[in-house]
């Protein structure tokens, strides 16, 4: 829930005649996620951003559900997700429920002849490897390694990569993606208690109105299809906006960790709420500081939410075997903790390097077909060794 940004030129008051240098009016377009009864940002565009020119036919991109069969541990390779050249293919969902989508991707390209436009979902991409800036008509965000891109559903983009070797953990969101109740007042500043605050969110730069026409396409997403939409005028013609409802990012390495003298419980590392989820950052920090502390958490039964850990980086002291982009799913209704030995390993250590993002579903989640193509299928046993 960013705060209210005003970027360009606007108009004195909203609603009102506002006229460009040859005398005709500019458009003006309320942006809204939640009807008329939440956050919103008026842009002021050079033509209306209504002018379709050619619809086409829809291609089916909803996840193909491999198994509902769901009651053990998980583990699947996350780089090994095969790259590929256009970005919207590259997407691949993992893991799926009526709250979210996560998908993993490894883009090559950048995206030259088409924008992007998801209608159905906010969409936070996790940026493991690779950097570029992604372009909208708020103005531009230059992301790399370590960026939550937060993108509310409805905003047109495009990702202009640097780099032709990236990493994305992304995360569809079906309900708007939030900073957690808790760490704001009443008036909607972020707290002393918080673990980040406003000046850690980098929100869009360098507008510059593009005045353009044409054949636009904008790949737009509705219902699990993809729409190919074509406008008449290039979508980034906004002269200006004000409001409180535009894309942002929140970098992993600019959450402070808030630790303790025994073991924090996993609401320290919340970041962001959703709908009947929550994403959590786990980042380099020092242990717990009583004589007798345990850095390693408990066991536990997490009984209503399925947890997913994404390794991003660094030691992970409570398990063997992780490698960068592995993925873990620990269902609700069986408990997990430390591997063996973990425990009594933790004692004593000062500070961990580790770097993980988590999202904890209250409803249980699905694999997909592409999950299952690269899950670890003996990680179930892991705990018996
Ligand atoms: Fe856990």
Known sequence: MPHYIKIGNVPHKRHTQFRKPDGGLYSEQLFSTEGFSSNYTLL????????????????????????????????????????????????????????????????????????????DADEVLFVHEGNGKMLTQYGELKFGYGDYIVVPRGTIYQLHFETEANRLFIVESFGPIRYPKRYMSKLGQLLEHSPYCERDIRTPENLVAIDQKGEFLITTKKKGMLYPITYANHPFDVVGWDGCEYPYIFSIHDFEPITGRVHQPPPVHQTFDGKDFVICSFVPRLYDYHPDSIPAPYNHS????????????????????????????????????????????????????????????????????????????????????
């Open 44 to 119: 002021y565009h050079i033509h209306p951003p209504t002018q379709i020119i050619k619809t086409e036919e829809p291609i089916d991109v909803n996840p193909k559900i491999a198994t509902e069969n769901i009651l053990k541990h998980r583990s699947f390779q996350g780089f090994n997700i095969q790259p590929e050249a256009d970005y919207l293919q590259s997407r691949k969902p993992v893991l799926v429920n009526s709250d979210c989508h996560i998908s993993l991707a490894a883009p090559q390209k950048s995206m030259r002849n088409y924008f992007y436009k998801n209608a």
């Open 302 to 385: 997490n009984i209503d939410s399925d947890e997913v850990l994404y390794y991003v980086d660094g030691d992970f002291m409570s398990r063997k075997h992780v490698t960068r982009g592995m993925i873990t799913l620990h269902p609700s209704g069986i408990p997990h903790g430390p591997h063996p030995g973990a425990v009594e390993k933790s004692i004593g250590k000062k500070e961990t390097g580790e770097l993980a993002v988590m999202v904890d579903t209250f409803r249980p989640l699905q694999l997909t077909e592409f999950a299952m193509g690269i899950e670890d299928k003996d990680y179930v046993m892991s705990w018996a060794e």
